[in-house]
T-cell receptor
Framework: EAGVAQSPRYKIIEKRQSVAFWCNPISGHATLYWYQQILGQGPKLLIQFQNNGVVDDSQLPKDRFSAERLKGVDSTLKIQPAKLEDSAVYLC?????????????FGSGTQLSVL | DAKTTQPPSMDCAEGRAANLPCNHSTISGNEYVYWYRQIHSQGPQYIIHGLKNNETNEMASLIITEDRKSSTLILPHATLRDTAVYYCIVRVGGGGSNYKLTFGKGTLLTVNP
């Protein structure tokens, strides 16, 4: 079974530039998550989709971050403009459905460095 | 939200059992205990979860105390590949919420040869 695919694996940009990350979840998984992981900390949920609808985006900095999941399959997370504090690993995860006992499957992440 | 407390780091000898503790004294009756681990440069990986009873799968065993205020993840025969950060998470849920999976800082388990 193919896992969660993310690209690019690494990205280096200068502050105030824009950047986009792509995620393709496991086939058939209805729920998709974007997490931000700053060095030395656990992942923090940014946004959660159920099919193509947003379930929770309470921790997404909406002045600069945006995400979409058109057609309820793959997803794109964008940052515009980037700040130094956005340097982190951005993890995408998916789960089969939206229940309390559902397991999340994570991709390997995109490591972003903002200079 | 029920919060968890884990030691920041632990060591274990290869081939021995690794016992990782977690305190979750404010856990509610319908909240599950989940364990994930994160190997360096990879995304987190699900290990096991439980509600009240002890659970075992091919990766680990989960022992939950009767009062549910703490739990222990057991890796029966640790290998070098088990070196990772282990996260104990109480999964928030109920009433149409999104069953958020909130990660803390976890325990860095180092398995030594």
């Amino acid at each position: 079974e193919a896992g969660v695919a993310q690209s690019p694996r690494y990205k280096i940009i200068e502050k105030r530039q824009s950047v986009a990350f792509w995620c393709n979840p496991i086939s058939g998984h209805a729920t998709l998550y974007w997490y931000q992981q700053i060095l030395g900390q656990g992942p923090k949920l940014l946004i959660q989709f159920q099919n193509n609808g947003v379930v929770d985006d309470s921790q997404l900095p909406k002045d600069r971050f945006s995400a979409e999941r058109l057609k309820g399959v793959d997803s794109t997370l964008k940052i515009q403009p980037a700040k130094l504090e956005d340097s982190a690993v951005y993890l995408c995860a998916s789960s089969l459905s939206f229940t309390l006992e559902e397991k999340l499957f994570f991709g390997s992440g995109t490591q972003l460095s903002v200079l | 939200d029920a919060k968890t407390t884990q030691p920041p780091s632990m060591d274990c000898a290869e081939g021995r059992a690794a016992n990782l503790p977690c305190n979750h004294s404010t856990i509610s009756g319908n909240e599950y205990v989940y364990w994930y681990r994160q190997i360096h440069s990879q995304g987190p990986q699900y290990i096991i979860h439980g509600l009240k009873n002890n659970e075992t799968n091919e990766m680990a065993s989960l022992i939950i105390t009767e009062d549910r205020k703490s739990s222990t993840l057991i890796l029966p025969h640790a290998t070098l590949r088990d070196t990772a950060v282990y996260y104990c998470i109480v999964r928030v849920g109920g009433g149409g919420s999104n069953y958020k999976l909130t990660f803390g800082k976890g325990t860095l388990l180092t398995v030594n040869p």
